[in-house]
């Protein structure tokens, strides 16, 4: 990433389980968002988002047919779907 960009990291209604993780680089940081930093990467949280995925381990993989960052261990979640980007909420 450049310096001056954010991999946001967001949860929106959608995908197959009923939530799903949308991962965007960009430059604007708002008021709300939550700030984390690891190995000089931070990433941006809102407020919202941060409900559905507190406490959860954010991992980038490497695969032969692609990259990609992907939540893992989210403890708010119920279900995950096998393509790893969708997700159920504990109730």
């Known amino acids: 990433m450049n310096p001056g960009e954010y991999l946001r990291v967001q949860v929106e209604?959608?995908?197959c389980s009923g939530f799903q993780y949308k991962f965007i680089v960009e430059s604007i940081k708002n008021e709300d968002d939550r700030v984390f930093e690891q190995s000089g990467v931070q990433v941006l949280?809102?407020?919202d988002s941060l409900e559905?995925?507190?406490g959860?381990?954010?991992d980038y993989s490497e695969e032969l047919i692609r990259s990609s960052f992907q939540v893992v261990h989210n403890p708010q979640a119920e279900h995950?779907?096998?393509?790893g980007t969708s997700f159920s909420v504990k109730v």
């Open 52 to 54: 559905f995925i507190k």
């Open 45 to 47: 949280v809102d407020q």
């Open 56 to 58: 959860a381990m954010l």
């Open 13 to 15: 209604g959608g995908g």
């Open 80 to 83: 995950g779907c096998s393509c």
